[in-house]
């Protein structure tokens, strides 16, 4: 059986130190906000060279909070990608906000430009394209739409952490989390910098963004009984922590180990029954994604070859029952090209060459 991800396995160099530091952890009781979190999110913010970070409870309440920083009036206009997880646009519905879909580029998994720039209205308030499967949405092209209109780019960078913002044309490359107003990250499991359980973090090179967002997660509190804001309940815990340190030190590695794969997939995978996406130059590929017409057939293919593979995401927002009655009147050709024709290969960074030569076998042989 090749898995589609295997954490254990991906993991296990560190599980020893993990546990030794949970253990003094447990014995200090310094369980949620503490020393380990502040570390990490110096960490965080380090490597993705921002000014500031503060962790939270999951991405889909980074997004929330984020927006909620910004001090909208209620039912202001939020443009996301058609293609994207759930959270993107509940998170907007959380922040008492409206989000207005723009469909992504042809095959491609990123916010198509021309769409944005006709979607643009003076009821816009903010921008928060994808970095969908770690590819990187053209920010520079984002902000120059934006000009001097007063509109807020947030980006959702679940998918990417590590990437660099292939869109500034400079020889000192940025990365992403530290190129936007405000940037959003899911620390859930699978994601290439996952904790053990639910986690997220936000990143600005804003003060006053950073200031309020850090009580914002707190019941609207910095000091102990002193609350000023109607906040969430939405902190990271220690333990989380630990597991996030430990981790971040691999994460590039793990993310060069992806692009790897990622380019025999792009080289090797050669028959006309399957369709490539393009992936910005940077991408750190959280998932990687080909295009089927006959998905059905791909996916008889892969089963009977004991090769696991997923969908992201099988329904693209206007397609969600939840969503249905607001986006019902609109198409969004490309991300739903995406959602009807998409299968994700495995990319698990520790895929021997064996077992990569033979997915592509497969797949070139259908
Ligand atoms: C693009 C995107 N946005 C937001 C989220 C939400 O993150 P979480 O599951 O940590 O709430 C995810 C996670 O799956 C995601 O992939």
């Known amino acids: 059986m090749i898995k589609f991800l295997d954490l254990y396995k991906q993991d296990k160099l560190l599980h020893n130190v993990i546990?030794?530091?949970?253990?003094?952890?447990i014995k200090k009781g310094d369980f949620i906000l503490g020393k380990e979190v502040s570390l990490f999110e110096n960490n965080f913010k380090k490597f993705c060279g921002s000014n500031y970070a503060i962790s939270c409870a999951n991405g889909t309440d980074a997004l929330t909070l984020a927006l909620k920083a910004l001090d909208l009036p209620k039912n202001s206009e939020v443009l996301i990608p058609a293609m994207t997880y759930c959270s993107t646009a509940f998170s907007v519905f959380n922040a008492g906000l409206r989000p207005k879909l723009?469909?992504?580029?042809?095959?491609?998994?990123?916010?198509?430009?021309?769409?944005?720039?006709?979607?643009?209205?003076?009821?816009?308030?903010?921008?928060?394209p994808v970095h969908l499967y770690g590819s990187t949405a053209n920010l520079s092209g984002i902000k120059k739409l934006i000009g001097k209109k007063k509109i807020f780019l947030i980006d959702d960078c679940a998918q990417a952490h590590g990437a660099y913002d292939d869109s500034i044309k400079l020889?000192?490359?940025?990365?992403?989390?530290?190129?936007?107003?405000?940037?959003?990250?899911?620390l859930y499991p699978g994601k290439n910098l996952g904790a053990y359980g639910d986690a997220g973090i936000i990143t600005t090179n804003n003060k006053k963004f950073y200031n309020k967002i850090r009580k914002l997660r707190n019941l609207g509190s910095e000091k102990k009984f002193i609350h000023d804001l109607v906040g969430m309940n939405s902190r990271l815990d220690s333990i989380q922590a630990i597991?996030?340190?430990?981790?971040?030190?691999?994460?590039?590695?793990l993310n060069a180990k992806r692009k790897i794969i990622a380019k025999r997939y792009n080289d090797e995978i050669q028959n006309s029954k399957i369709r490539k996406i393009n992936y910005s130059d940077s991408c750190v590929y959280h998932q990687y994604v080909i295009l089927a017409k006959d998905r059905n057939k791909l996916i008889k293919i892969l089963s009977k070859n004991n090769i696991q593979y997923g969908f992201h995401y099988p329904y693209s927002i206007n397609q969600l029952n939840v969503f249905k009655k607001y986006f019902k009147k609109n198409k969004y050709d490309n991300a739903e090209i995406l959602a009807k024709e998409g299968l994700s290969l495995p990319i698990d960074p520790n895929l021997t060459y064996k077992q990569i030569s033979f997915i592509i076998k497969t797949i070139n042989g259908m």
Do not use: A, H, M, Q
């Open 243 to 253: 597991i996030l340190n430990e981790k971040l030190k691999r994460l590039n590695l």
């Open 19 to 25: 546990l030794k530091k949970i253990k003094k952890l």
């Open 102 to 128: 723009v469909d992504t580029e042809f095959l491609k998994p990123t916010i198509c430009l021309k769409d944005l720039k006709k979607k643009i209205s003076k009821k816009t308030k903010v921008i928060l």
């Open 171 to 186: 020889k000192l490359k940025k990365k992403i989390g530290s190129t936007t107003d405000i940037s959003c990250f899911s």
